[in-house]
């Protein structure tokens, strides 16, 4: 059973430590591997963003944001970056945080999703966002600095709510 709420001070931590993990393989995030701890969680967990966790038997097991895309005239359309921990992958809770951030985002007022940046090798990312319904609407090349296959494509994607 997985439970999303908004995180807490408390959550810290536990974010942190996924943060850590999934930046330092240096294949899906362009967060940079050195990031410290308190420029990550001030980041992640900044007054723009709405930060959630998702827990699973009492401990946090992904974590994500929804804020907007841009500023102003812009914000409207909602952006997200999402985290799950590693020992928690292959499970579904990629699927159940994006389900949640879709519904979240309607009902915080947006009227549709767009991600700037899906690192195209990222294919497990790719066809997740897929099914839930996101679009690739634009790639840019050679966008991000793979630690392992150098410069690779990034996809922007795009959902209406």
Same mark, same amino acid.
């Given at each position: 059973m997985i439970k999303i709420r908004k995180y $807490? +001070?408390?959550d810290k931590e536990r974010i942190w430590e996924i943060?850590?993990? /999934?930046?330092?393989?240096?294949?899906?995030? $362009?967060?940079?591997?050195?990031? $410290? #701890? +308190?420029?990550? %969680?001030?980041?992640?967990? =900044?007054?723009? @963003?709405? $930060?959630?966790?998702?827990? *699973?038997?009492? @401990? /946090?097991v992904a974590t994500f944001y929804i @804020?907007?895309?841009? %500023?102003? %005239?812009? =914000?409207?359309?909602?952006?997200? *970056?999402y985290m799950v921990a590693p020992e928690a992958r292959e499970k579904g809770i990629g699927r159940k945080i994006g389900e949640f951030s879709i519904a979240e985002a309607k009902r915080l007022g947006y009227r549709a999703m767009q991600f700037n940046f899906v /690192? @195209?090798?990222?294919?497990?990312? /790719? #066809? %997740?966002?897929? =099914?839930?319904?996101? +679009? !690739?609407?634009? +790639? !840019?090349?050679?966008?991000?600095?793979h630690i392992e296959n150098g410069l690779t494509n990034a996809y922007i994607m795009y959902r209406k709510l």
């Open positions: $807490t +001070e408390e943060i850590k993990f /999934v930046i330092s393989d240096g294949d899906s995030f $362009t967060l940079s591997p050195d990031s $410290t #701890r +308190e420029e990550m %969680l001030a980041d992640w967990c =900044s007054a723009e @963003k709405h $930060t959630y966790v998702a827990v *699973s038997e009492n @401990k /946090v @804020k907007a895309n841009q %500023l102003g %005239l812009g =914000s409207h359309i909602a952006n997200g *970056s /690192v @195209k090798s990222n294919e497990k990312a /790719v #066809r %997740l966002w897929q =099914s839930l319904g996101f +679009e !690739i609407i634009g +790639e !840019i090349p050679e966008a991000f600095n």
